[in-house]
Each structure stands twice: as structure tokens, then as C-alpha cells.
């Protein structure tokens, strides 16, 4: 009996959703027909929840799902009369499905093939491979029509099995099944260490959090201390303003006192001096000689005067002294505070907040970091000429008429850059001649005496560039460097992470020295020319 029919119409009646037929069927406003939970469930995961699967139509409101009975109905029909074949036609092997290698007559359909025993079984025939210990290691899969393709050869090549009588012939060929398990063993090795690899990066991850925590918790702290020590700072200058307006004002008041009180001395004076003016004319004025003689002695004789020498009437400064010894103090702060403030910004910006990037591979990469250095005239030794904007500096056998400075170098022919060194950092230096040493040294280190020297201190760096060698130099100690010479010299600096690293600059990079370590003060580029005639110039890059 031919059941083609019968499966067309389950297909015709099945859920579009779960693609089975319709349990609970319900029919919707557009007619076409669900599982009632299926399309409940599609709705509920919908943001609109109210649209059709088959049809795409939207709904202005979500429609109230009730069972379909008719067609509820009719699926029970269909079940009674045509299911049961249909089912029974569906078991059957058609022309694209995997056949059952040991059914006799009509094959019914492979639920599993085997990848050692190179076939494929219904579920009757399967059934050994789960009830016998025999087959219990061998590798069920989905059905494949290319088991027999499966084959590999020892050389790690999979073969089909027309080449088996050819070029691999004379070797051992294994089942797709032992490859398979080789692979599986690499794969578990693999998941290992991708497991590992994940725990690593948990306990990164974590440390990384920690140092978050450590940071915002140093960073607060430093933000309360800083406020205090300049609110302190601030009361400070505060309480001096305050001394200095007391102080003034009581001198004024002093000041002020004395001066009236001359004040009302001299206009006392001239009352006394205008009283007896009138008097003088009364008597001047009289014919009477007895009383003329009579008031004469009273009237010439005169108190003593205030001397007008007690008054000093020439153009007063008052305090204006007072405000120029304030505007120096002022002055004084402000250099202070500027050189005091660039040490504070450095030192914030080389707080080491995360890991520090790893320093660069090639010269491409060491010039993302380059950086314009210019050499500090008020360091330089007179022996030392300066050009090409202080790009450039030679050894020379006459004084150079340099203005007296106190960072200028007295011993040794060393100039240091104008700029301070931060962050990460690159610049080239050609060098000429018979030596040269490249430096970075710090602001603070000695301008006279052997100590002076670059590499000769523990706040210098220095690479020395003989004809024939290098030696490099640190707290007056020398590690000789056995590498081509090479009349350009790289350095890079990485403030915070503590790297300064020396390379040999030609067709590639040379690395000469590295050092790691910790700096804690402003750092800057130096050279020292040791022989007249030498030259080194920093390179525009």
C-alpha cells in the first residue's frame, strides 16, 4: 500500500514551529494553525509577541488562543487511519538516506554507523553494540554514507579505499576511529591548557583588581594628605599676612601718634606765637611810657620753639619697603613652588599603574616614542661648542664665552638636554671622532670633581663608544660590550617601568645594554666628549 499520500498530509497539517503535528491546535486570526504552546512560547520571547511565524502578519493586539477542536479532531482521524503506516514507510531507507547494512530485503533507515566496524545499523541491528561488552569501546556516530572513505594511513594522510592496493600499500593503514582518538587526546591536551591558560588569566584578572583597589585607596589617601599640607600651607601664609598687617598697622598707629602729637605741639605754639603778635602790636600801639616799659620785658621775651630740624621733610618712603621685601618672598615662592611643581607632576605621571607595555622590536616601533632633544647651554663646559640649535655639540681647545651658571659642568666636557625626560622616550645619537660617552643622567648629580662623570655616580648611565668597543658605565663600574661598531647609538627610556636600554643603530637594531631598575628623580639625555675635535649630534628623527 502506498502511504506517499498519507505523509504528505502530516506534513500539510504539522506545526510550522516544532515542524510535528499540532498538540493542543490552535488556529489564530490569519488562519494558519500552532501547537497552542509552541506559539505561546514564541510570543513570550517576541518583544511584540503578537505577529504570525508562517505569515509574518502583526496583530494589533495578541489574540486570545482557544483549542481548534475540529482540527483536533480530524489529527485523531488521520492518526487511526494513515499515522501507523506512514510511520512504518518513514523507518524505510530512501535514495538520500543511510541504509542499514545488515537488513536482508528492504533496508530500513541507519539510526547510528559505527567508525570501527565501518557500518551502519537500524535499531534492532544496534542494538548489540549496548548489550555486548564486546562493542563497548567501539565509536557510534550519526549515519555517514562515507565510512569507507575514512580511512588514514600512518603517514597521517587520509586515503580512499581505491588507493589501498596503491601508493600505500606497504604501509599500515588505520580506521578513522584510532585517528579520531589521537585527536581527541590532542584536543584534551589542548582544553588543558586552555584551562590553565583561563586560571592564569582569573589570577591576573584578580591581581589587576586588586591593584585598582590599591590605587583609588593611594590615590584618596594622597588626595586627603595633599589637601592638608596645603590647607596647612595656605594657613601659613595666612597667619604671615596676618603678622605683617598687624605689624603694620601698629607702626602706623605709632607713627601716627608721634606725629600728632608734634602736630598739636606746633599748632599750640602758634596760638601762643599769635596771641602775643597781637599784644606786641597793642603795645606798639600805645602812648602811655610807663605801661610801654612796664609790658615790654613780659612781651620780648619768647618760649622756647619747636625746632623744625625734629621734622623730617623729606619725600617719605612710609612702607613701601615693607611691600618690596613681601614681593621678593613672593618671588622666592613662586621659583620654589614652579620647581617643586614639576617634580610633583613627574612623579605623578610616573606612578606605574599597570603594566608597562613591552618595549618595542623594531626601530619602527622605537620611533613611535621618539622625542625632539635640544642640549642646555647653561650646562655646558666652556670646552664645549654648541650648533645646529643646540643639536650639536663639539670638543674644542679653547674656552667658549659661556656666562657663569652653576649647572655648568667645571671638570669634565659633559653637557645635559634642556628637556626632562618622562613616559617613554627615544632619541639617536651620532657620534664622530675617537670616543664619546651617550648618558642619561639626573639634574642633581655633581657639576665638578671625578664624581662628576658620567657612569662614575649612581645617578648616571652612560655608554662609552671607544673606536674599537663599548663599555657601559654605572656607579663607577664598567661592563665591557663585545658587538660591531656602529657610529649611530639608540636609547630607550622608560621611566616608569624602570627600563633604559642602549642599541646599536645601522641596517637593525643591536641591543648593546639594558637596565633595569628603579628611577626616582627627573632624568635627562647627557654626553660627554673627551678628546678635541670629537662630536656628537642628537638626530632629528
Not at 514551529?17 to 494558519?32: A, E, S
Request: net charge negative.
Amino acid at each position: 500500500m502506498d502511504h506517499s499520500g498519507d505523509s504528505q498530509n502530516l506534513k500539510t497539517f504539522a506545526c510550522s514551529i516544532c515542524l510535528d503535528l499540532p498538540k493542543d491546535p490552535v488556529t489564530i486570526p490569519c488562519g494558519h494553525n500552532y501547537c497552542m504552546d509552541c506559539i505561546k512560547t514564541r510570543w513570550d520571547e517576541e518583544e511584540e509577541g503578537k505577529s504570525c511565524h508562517s505569515c509574518q502578519q502583526t496583530f494589533t493586539q495578541r489574540p486570545v488562543l482557544e483549542k481548534n477542536t475540529m482540527l483536533a479532531a480530524l489529527l485523531e482521524l488521520l492518526k487511526k487511519t494513515g499515522l501507523q503506516a506512514a510511520s512504518a514507510n518513514h523507518c524505510y531507507a530512501g535514495p538520500e538516506d543511510v541504509a542499514c547494512d545488515f537488513c536482508t530485503g528492504r533496508k530500513l533507515k541507519a539510526i547510528k554507523s559505527c567508525l570501527v566496524c565501518l557500518a551502519s545499523y537500524c535499531e534492532k541491528h544496534l542494538q548489540p553494540h549496548y548489550d555486548s561488552a564486546t562493542f563497548k569501546k567501539h565509536k557510534l556516530v550519526e549515519p555517514s554514507k562515507n565510512l569507507q572513505e575514512n580511512i588514514f594511513c600512518t603517514d597521517q594522510k587520509c586515503i580512499c579505499s581505491l588507493n589501498l592496493m596503491d601508493e600505500h600499500k606497504s604501509q599500515e593503514t588505520v580506521p578513522s576511529a584510532a585517528k579520531m582518538n589521537r585527536r581527541q587526546r590532542e584536543l584534551e591536551e589542548i582544553g588543558g591548557k586552555i584551562q590553565r591558560r583561563i586560571q592564569d588569566r582569573e589570577k591576573d584578572v584578580k591581581l589587576l583588581q586588586q591593584e585598582v583597589e590599591a590605587i583609588n585607596h593611594s590615590a584618596d589617601k594622597t588626595v586627603e594628605d595633599s589637601e592638608k599640607i596645603f590647607t596647612e600651607l595656605i594657613r601659613l601664609i595666612q597667619k604671615r599676612s596676618s603678622d605683617v598687617k598687624q605689624q603694620i598697622r601698629s607702626q602706623q598707629e605709632t607713627e601716627v601718634s608721634r606725629v600728632k602729637e608734634l602736630q598739636e605741639k606746633l599748632e599750640q605754639e602758634i596760638t601762643e606765637l599769635k596771641k602775643k603778635e597781637a599784644e606786641l602790636k597793642q603795645l606798639l600801639n600805645t602812648e602811655d611810657h610807663n605801661q610801654f616799659l612796664h609790658s615790654y620785658p613780659s612781651l620780648s621775651a619768647l618760649s622756647e620753639s619747636t625746632h623744625s630740624s625734629s621734622i623730617n621733610i623729606r619725600p617719605l618712603r612710609h612702607f613701601e619697603d615693607v611691600t618690596a621685601a613681601v614681593s621678593e618672598v613672593r618671588d622666592k615662592l613662586q621659583d620654589i613652588m614652579r620647581d617643586t611643581w614639576t617634580n610633583i607632576c613627574l612623579t605623578v605621571t610616573e606612578v606605574e599603574v599597570l603594566l608597562s607595555e613591552p618595549e618595542p622590536k623594531s626601530r619602527a616601533g622605537f620611533l613611535k616614542y621618539s622625542c625632539e632633544i635640544t642640549l642646555d647651554p647653561d650646562t655646558a663646559h666652556t670646552y664645549l661648542f654648541l650648533s645646529e640649535g643646540n643639536r650639536k655639540v663639539t670638543a674644542l681647545d679653547q674656552h667658549q664665552t659661556y656666562p657663569s651658571h652653576p649647572d655648568r659642568f667645571s671638570s669634565w666636557w659633559q653637557v645635559l638636554s634642556k628637556e626632562s625626560l618622562a613616559g617613554r622616550c627615544y632619541w639617536e645619537v651620532e657620534w664622530k671622532g675617537r670616543g664619546v660617552y651617550i648618558a642619561v643622567a639626573s639634574k642633581k648629580i655633581s657639576r665638578a670633581g671625578y664624581e662628576c662623570g658620567f657612569g662614575r655616580n649612581d645617578k648616571s648611565w652612560a655608554l662609552n663608544c671607544h673606536q674599537n668597543s663599548y663599555t657601559f658605565w654605572f656607579n663607577n663600574t664598567a661592563t665591557p660590550i663585545s658587538v660591531p661598531q656602529s657610529s649611530r647609538i639608540g636609547v630607550y627610556l622608560d621611566h616608569s617601568a624602570g627600563i633604559l636600554s642602549f642599541y646599536s643603530v645601522s641596517e637593525t637594531m643591536t641591543l648593546l645594554h639594558r637596565v633595569q631598575t628603579t628611577f626616582t628623580q627627573p632624568l635627562h639625555a647627557g654626553v660627554w666628549l673627551y678628546i678635541c675635535g670629537n662630536s656628537a649630534e642628537l638626530c632629528r628623527l
